[in-house]
């Protein structure tokens, strides 16, 4: 069975506090990984697709990596507009994603 | 690009009414649509894909004659939850296949008294 699993589940952190979140996953015929921001309430906003080990990917302070069993979202010098909930979801094929429990952060000023 | 839209954003109906929730793709064609469910403080649960033209395939525990899906064009994919009770309230999100990612209304919040 597929799983993905994301931590932490919450993190704050002061303004220009530089951090990671993580995302584990075991699942089957791995085809890319895909990065989410969701604001409350919202639907997710796509933000990265990852294909391969060794791949990174940069939008604004947001640099996303991956391995063969994790990726890591590396938020550099964060804003407090850059608080939300982030979700992987590892992509297996006919765009069905399968998504993490997703990691809130909360940045204050 | 990739805009994808919901309507209504908001709905509040009451036990036993029917509700239709529509998701458009404005900017692109989807050949393939998903519609998602959400709790509060949990991630996106799958509840069936359509594609374009053909029937939709619901995940395990989904009951396909209570979420009613159609996927009638290659912009536009309903989701009508018939017979609707107050455990059927819960945050939708639909997702459309814009080649290799898929993008996210914004979604519809059922309340059902």
């Known amino acids: 069975e597929d799983q993905v699993t994301q931590s932490p589940e919450a993190l704050r952190l002061q303004e220009g506090e530089s951090s990671s979140l993580n995302c584990s996953y075991t699942?089957?015929?791995?085809?890319?990984l895909f990065w989410y921001r969701q604001d409350p309430g919202k639907g997710p906003e796509f933000l990265f697709t990852?294909?391969?080990a060794g791949e990174e990917k940069e939008k604004e302070r947001l640099k996303a990596t991956l391995t063969k069993k994790e990726s890591f979202l590396h938020i550099t010098a964060p804003k407090p507009e850059d608080s939300a909930t982030y979700l992987c979801?590892?992509?297996?094929?006919?765009?069905?994603?399968?998504f993490g429990t997703g990691t809130r952060l909360l940045v204050s000023p | 690009g990739a805009v994808v839209s919901q309507h209504p954003s908001w709905v509040i109906c009451k036990s036993g009414t029917s509700v239709k929730i529509e998701c458009r793709s404005l900017?692109?064609?989807?050949?393939?649509m998903f519609w998602y469910r959400q709790f509060p403080k949990q991630s996106l649960m799958l509840m069936a894909t359509?594609?374009?033209?053909?029937?939709?395939?619901?995940e395990q525990g989904v009951e396909k004659d209570k979420f009613l899906i159609n996927h009638a064009s290659l912009t536009l994919s309903t989701l009508t939850v018939t017979s609707a009770h107050p455990e059927d309230s819960s945050f939708y999100i639909c997702g459309a296949g814009g080649g290799e990612t898929q993008y996210f209304g914004p979604g519809t919040r059922l309340l059902v008294l």
């Open positions: 699942v089957s015929g791995l085809r890319g």
């Open positions: 979801a590892p992509w297996t094929g006919f765009q069905k994603l399968v």
């Open positions: 900017d692109f064609q989807a050949t393939t």
């Open positions: 990852l294909y391969s």
């Open positions: 359509s594609n374009e033209g053909s029937k939709a395939t619901y």
